[in-house]
């Protein structure tokens, strides 16, 4: 089990771009979260995706948008980028279908790195 | 609202000493409680619940509701337990989304 995987690693953009970032859930999830962890902060919940659509959102604007395919995968849209939005940004899975407080637990894959200049 | 609160930006302690890392969350109903864990180059991950009751790595940590705290406990500290400790809460009122403290970086030194 590879585990929750996101690409790319690294990618550098500049200010006004649109960025797209990747992740596959873990084996047998149903749900995936994504975060934004600014250098030397904690994550920053911005959407959760369950059944191909939106579940929740945080406080983030509408440049920030996102999509889950059949197959569980997701992907994280940045539209016109700001030098703000450099950060990490982290993938979660999770398997909502599940029973009790399992739908808690949530296992994260290492990160995207994105640097806006 | 629910919020985490761990008070220290960074705890710095020597091989063999007790460790304790504090958490104290505001939520009104029954959270469910979670310290997740960074080490250096590694990705975030799940240390332990309190609704395991567990001990991991030699680290414990009891929900006090009357205090609304959970603290992260270890009575001999490691040089590899150096990392960002993060406590978390998540609401039983079918979010399923946890909150994150700031983080506690502890450095243990040798």
């Known amino acids: 089990d590879a585990g929750v995987t996101q690409s790319p690693t690294h990618l550098i953009k500049t200010r006004g771009q649109q960025v797209t970032l990747r992740c596959s859930p873990k084996?047998?999830?149903?749900?995936v979260s994504w975060y934004q962890q600014a250098l030397g902060q904690e994550p920053q919940f911005i959407f959760q995706?369950?059944?191909?659509?939106?579940?929740q959102r945080g406080n983030f604007p509408d440049r920030f948008s996102g999509h889950q395919f059949p197959n569980y995968s997701s992907e994280l849209n940045v539209n016109a980028l700001l030098l703000g939005d450099s950060a990490l940004y982290l993938c979660?899975?999770?398997?909502?279908?599940?029973?009790?407080?399992?739908?808690?637990?949530?296992?994260f894959g290492a990160g995207t790195r994105l640097s806006v200049l | 609202a629910q919020r985490v609160t761990q008070p220290e930006k960074l705890l710095s302690v020597f091989k063999g000493a007790p460790v304790e890392l504090k958490c104290n969350y505001s939520?009104?109903?029954?959270?469910?409680l979670f310290w997740y864990v960074q080490y250096s180059r590694q990705r975030l991950q799940l240390l332990l619940r309190?609704?395991s009751r567990e001990s991991i790595k030699g680290f414990t940590a009891d929900l006090n509701k009357g205090e609304t705290s959970f603290h992260l406990k270890k009575p001999f500290a490691q040089e590899e337990d150096s990392a960002m400790y993060y406590c978390?809460?998540?609401?039983?009122?079918?979010?399923?989304?946890?909150?994150f403290g700031r983080g506690t970086s502890l450095i243990v030194h040798p």
């Open positions: 979660a899975s999770s398997l909502l279908s599940g029973v009790g407080r399992a739908k808690n637990i949530q296992y």
């Open positions: 084996s047998g999830h149903d749900t």
């Open positions: 995706y369950y059944e191909e659509e939106e579940r």
């Open positions: 939520y009104s109903g029954s959270p469910e």
């Open positions: 309190h609704i």
């Open positions: 978390a809460l998540s609401g039983n009122g079918g979010s399923y989304i946890p909150t």
